[in-house]
């Protein structure tokens, strides 16, 4: 009976995702693709790697005010990728958003302490270490979360947020696809909805403020109904063979996430209604993190050659320890790895060739199809792919006639020293 379920929810979902009406793919986006050999595996298997685009043209007019064009090729907001680390970007734009809401002089920069109030929950109590990098600061959770996409650090975000506050203003935003409802730890669905008491305090130790534990009422509906992956699934070293039940996991649609990213650079390019309620110094705080590497920012707890300088850049560098930055090329961008699907979602701008665009990118390489067994096809397949999608629009960028040349000193501001 379970099994004859379980199939029922499946049908009811493909069934859900044929119905849907998809945007259609782009003509001259599907032939740039086609002009590079080394696309043509992943590109000549779309069911195999379930590859979803975005590319989006920016043209400034006179007054250098960006207009975007986009593209999409196979972008489906009703085929379910896990969205992994991409979410860390909507909390920690949310996080920033809260911290303008209590009352002064709390900011970024405030010491914050987490307390436990129910299982699955874990303390980070008040410490004032010497070095500021290692303080448990909003500021420093997000640091950690855009330079190495950190898990701890977006646990602590998540928590001092709450669930409701975090599916409640995506919903108030534009985002009613979209759901983060984990922690990325082994909790179940309902010990999630529980999030910690949180306070913030002075260097000294007394207490500014005091955030009790929070509870959502009830978990948000998944967007997408059911939703099965894979033909099989391991636990420990046992292999079940069924499709892995994604439904109550956190889903964010490529659509979504590149909005958000355009919200983080861009934030005038969209109706103050759908955008956080954050400041000028909040964006430049993101710009800058969102680009630098983790040696490039001078962060103490990664100085050691763990973090190379193109780490986490698949789009253009792959994973490849020794790639020497692209002189005059920032990326600034987020990403997600997990169960085999491999996502960048990325902002180029060349200062070389006064050029820039956006690209977003998700596929699923994971050749045996069973999830969690930690066979996935990231360093042969996934990376290499994306590395060579991002040059490919990197050059055709390059040469790309515009009426108005940018001005992209936004976008080159000074680096901080250490």
């Keep these: 009976m379970k099994y004859i379920l379980f199939l029922l929810a499946l049908l009811l979902s493909w069934s859900a995702q044929a119905q849907t009406s998809l945007p259609s793919d782009s003509h001259f986006l599907d032939s740039l693709l086609h002009t590079s050999p080394a696309l043509a595996r992943v590109l000549s ?24 064009t ?9 085929q379910y990728f896990n969205p992994a680390s991409l979410v860390k970007l909507p909390v920690a734009l949310l996080a920033l958003e809260k911290l303008h809401t209590l009352p002064a002089p709390i900011n970024r920069s405030t010491i914050m302490s987490t307390g436990a109030a129910w299982r699955c929950q874990t303390p980070v109590p008040f410490a004032a270490p ?13 640091k950690r979360m855009l330079l190495v996409s950190d898990n701890l650090a977006y ?73 099965f992956a894979g033909r099989a699934y391991q636990v420990g070293t046992r292999v079940i063979h069924r499709p892995y039940d994604f439904t109550t996991a956190n889903n964010l649609p490529l659509a979504d996430i590149t909005t958000l990213l355009q919200t983080a650079l861009f934030p ?46 698949y789009l253009y560098y792959g994973r490849r320890s020794e790639a020497q930055p692209q002189a005059g090329l ?12 491999l996502a960048d979602v990325a902002y180029f701008a060349d200062s070389l060739h006064q050029s820039e665009f956006l690209l977003s990118a ?43 040349r940018p001005n992209l000193s936004l976008f080159f501001e000074k680096d901080p020293q250490p």
Excluded at 130 to 139: C, K, M, N
Excluded at 373 to 399: C, H, K, M, V
């Design 155 to 227: 646990n602590r975000l998540y928590e001092f947020l709450g669930q409701k506050t975090i599916n409640d203003r995506l919903r108030q935003l534009g985002y009613p696809g979209s759901r983060i409802v984990r922690r990325f730890a082994p909790c179940d669905t309902t010990a999630n909805r529980y999030t910690n008491p949180i306070a913030f305090h002075t260097p000294a130790g007394d207490t500014l403020y005091k955030q009790p534990a929070q509870t959502n009422p009830r978990t948000p509906a998944p967007p997408l109904g059911p939703v």
């Design 362 to 404: 998700v596929l699923y390489v994971n050749q045996d199809d069973i999830i969690n067994d930690a066979n996935y096809e990231y360093d042969t397949i996934g990376e290499p792919f994306l590395a060579q999608l991002g040059q490919l629009f990197y050059q055709y960028e390059s040469r790309r006639s515009r009426r108005y």
């Design 45 to 68: 298997h779309p069911a195999t790697y379930q590859l979803q685009l975005i590319y989006t043209q920016i043209d400034r007019d006179a007054q250098n005010a960006p207009h975007f």
């Design 130 to 142: 010497a070095d500021s990098d290692r303080q448990t600061t909003v500021g420093n959770y997000i």
């Design 268 to 313: 005038d390019a969209l109706p103050a209604t759908q955008r956080p309620h954050l400041t000028p110094a909040d964006h430049a705080f993101l710009r800058q993190y969102l680009h630098l590497t983790p040696h490039a920012a001078h962060f103490t707890p990664y100085a050691t050659p763990k973090y190379f300088d193109a780490y986490k850049k």
């Design 70 to 78: 986009q593209h999409t090729y196979h972008l489906n907001p009703r």
């Design 330 to 341: 920032r990326i600034f961008n987020i990403v997600g790895m997990s169960h085999g699907y």
